[in-house]
């Protein structure tokens, strides 16, 4: 019976000392010699120009959204091909539209209510077919285009307010 209470008393001990080395490893406490982990501080960097400053300077006409713009399929000068004969980029806050000379077949260009200047419409002077354009309400002051064959009106108001035409 003392064996009994002796394998008893072994096992409480056994018990207790599991316990005791449970708690002691929750409770551990870090080591004085471990560098501990601090966040990265971002600094933005005093050069960087803000990015909604930069988009109100420039507005580039893409190419995917020249085609958005196409309308009215017919029948290129050529007779046998069909392409699209209009294009309209009006008020679009636009700086920018050489893309649009891509498009050699257009007949009709609107570009009136962007920020182009007279530099910027010279990008039109390569459309071989270019019967009418209208930029209206853009910030040109003159336009000097090189003769064009088929190019017939360029209908405009010229504000002298606001030098906008």
Request: hydrophobic share 30%.
């Amino acid at each position: 019976m003392e064996d009994k209470n002796y394998d008893e008393e072994k096992a409480e001990e056994k018990l207790a000392e599991e316990e005791d080395y449970d708690e002691e490893a929750q409770y551990e406490e870090p080591e004085y010699g471990e560098p501990e982990y601090e966040e990265p501080k971002y600094e933005e960097p005093e050069s960087m120009i803000p990015l909604d400053e930069v988009e109100r300077d420039t507005r580039v006409l893409t190419y995917a959204e020249a085609g958005e713009c196409l309308h009215n399929l017919g029948k290129c000068i050529t007779l046998y091909e069909y392409a699209y004969l209009n294009l309209d980029a009006s008020d679009r806050g636009l700086t920018d539209i050489s893309v649009i000379a891509s498009f050699k077949h257009v007949r009709y260009v609107n570009v009136s209510g962007n920020r182009l200047t007279s530099e910027a419409l010279c990008a039109l002077e390569t459309l071989p077919y270019l019967q009418t354009l209208r930029a209206d309400r853009n910030c040109l002051t003159s336009v000097e285009l090189k003769p064009m064959p088929y190019l017939q009106v360029t209908p405009s108001r010229f504000d002298s307010r606001s030098n906008k035409v």
